[in-house]
C-alpha cells in the first residue's frame, strides 16, 4: 500500500510530464505492441477469408521450410555483413564528431557545422537514396566527374556488387552522424566543468582533457549507444536497400527486410514472410542481449 500511494503521490506530483508522454506511449501501445497480435500468423497457414483465428494451425511449417532453403544462408550472410560493417565503419563518427565540436570556440562556425550535419537526418530514405543515385551516376554524377578529372574511366558503382556495401555505409554515416552526435553532446554537457578547470590549472592541454575527461565522461552514453546499435544491427531497413539494389547485385544486396517484403507483400506469402520476419526479430533480440551482458562484464554497464 505504501508503494501504491507513493505512485500516486509521484503521478500527481509530475502530471504534466505523464500529458507529454501519453502520446509517445499511444505510438508504442499501437503500433509496436497491438501488432505483435499479428505474429501468430507465422505458426499458421494464413488465409485473408478466413482471418487470423481460424486459419489452420501449422506449427513450425515455415521455419523449416525457410531454414532448409537456398536463400536462407545467403540472406543471414548479407544482413550480417552489411549490419557489422554499418556498427563497425559508423559508430565512431558522432562520438567523433562530438568531441571536436566540443572543443570548437568559434560560434558561427560550430552552428554551421552542426546544421550541415544535422540536414540529411530530416530528409526522407527516397531523397537520400536519389541523391546517391545522382552523384554515382555514370555520366552526370559528381563522383564520375571527379574521378574523371585525375584521369580515370567514369564507372556505374550501382551495379558493381563490390561497390554496394561500401556505398551503403557511407550513406549511412552522412545520414546518421549528425543526429547521433547529439546525444554525445548533450552526455558532454553534464560532464563537471571543474574536472577541467583542475585539469587546466595542472598544466593539460586539449588534448589532454579530451582524452582523459571528456571520452571517460561520456562512456556510459557510449556504451549505452553501443549496446543499442548492436541490437538494431540485423534489423536493417528494407527502404534504403530496396531504392538502391538491382538485379546486378542482388547476391550481396538481399537481406531479411527486403525478402520479407517480396514474400509478404509482393507475393502475398503472408505467414511465410512472418515467419522470417520473426526470425530476425529474435535473433536481434539475441544480439541485445548479449551486447547487453558483455558491456556489463566489461564495463559495468547495461541496460538495467
Keep these: 500500500m505504501a508503494r501504491l500511494r507513493n505512485a500516486f503521490k509521484h503521478a500527481a506530483r509530475d502530471k504534466q510530464l505523464l500529458l507529454i508522454f501519453l502520446p509517445c506511449l499511444a505510438f508504442y ?4 505492441y497491438g501488432p505483435l497480435y499479428g505474429l501468430i500468423i507465422a505458426f499458421k497457414d494464413y488465409n485473408v ?3 487470423i ?20 544462408l545467403q540472406l543471414f550472410r548479407n544482413t550480417l555483413l552489411l549490419g557489422v560493417s554499418t556498427l563497425v565503419f559508423s559508430f565512431p563518427f558522432p562520438i ?3 568531441v571536436l565540436l566540443n572543443e570548437v570556440r568559434v560560434a558561427k562556425f560550430k552552428k554551421a557545422v552542426q546544421t550541415a550535419s544535422y540536414l540529411p537526418t530530416f530528409l526522407s530514405v527516397v531523397i537520400i537514396s536519389s541523391m546517391i543515385i545522382d552523384f554515382l551516376s555514370p555520366s552526370q554524377g559528381l563522383v564520375n566527374k571527379i574521378i574523371m578529372l585525375f584521369g580515370f574511366e567514369s564507372k556505374y558503382f550501382l551495379v558493381d556488387s563490390s561497390w554496394f556495401r561500401p556505398i551503403y555505409v557511407l550513406s549511412e554515416i552522412w545520414t546518421n552522424t549528425g543526429y547521433e552526435a547529439i546525444i554525445y553532446l548533450a552526455a558532454i554537457a553534464g560532464v563537471n566543468p571543474t574536472l577541467y578547470e583542475a585539469a587546466r590549472i595542472d598544466g593539460a592541454n586539449r588534448f589532454h582533457m579530451m582524452r582523459h575527461i571528456t571520452i571517460p565522461g561520456i562512456l556510459p552514453a557510449i556504451l549505452i549507444m553501443f549496446i543499442l546499435k548492436t541490437g538494431s544491427m540485423i534489423r536493417i531497413g528494407y527502404e534504403k536497400v530496396l531504392l538502391l539494389y538491382n538485379s546486378m547485385t542482388y547476391d550481396v544486396a538481399d537481406v531479411f527486410s ?5 514474400k509478404g507483400l509482393l507475393e502475398s506469402n503472408y505467414s511465410y514472410g512472418a515467419a522470417v520476419g520473426m526470425f530476425e526479430a529474435v535473433i536481434a533480440m539475441t544480439m541485445l ?6 558491456s556489463k562484464r566489461i564495463g559495468g554497464r547495461g541496460l538495467w
Excluded at 54 to 63: A, E
Excluded at 258 to 262: L, Q
Design 96 to 98: 567523433l564528431l562530438a
Design 29 to 32: 501501445i499501437i503500433f509496436r
Design 53 to 72: 483465428l481460424r486459419s489452420d494451425w501449422v506449427g513450425l511449417k515455415h521455419f523449416i521450410k525457410f531454414f532448409e532453403s537456398r536463400e536462407f
Design 258 to 262: 527486403t525478402f520479407v517484403y517480396r
Design 289 to 294: 542481449l548479449l551486447a547487453h551482458f558483455v
Design 49 to 51: 477469408f478466413e482471418g
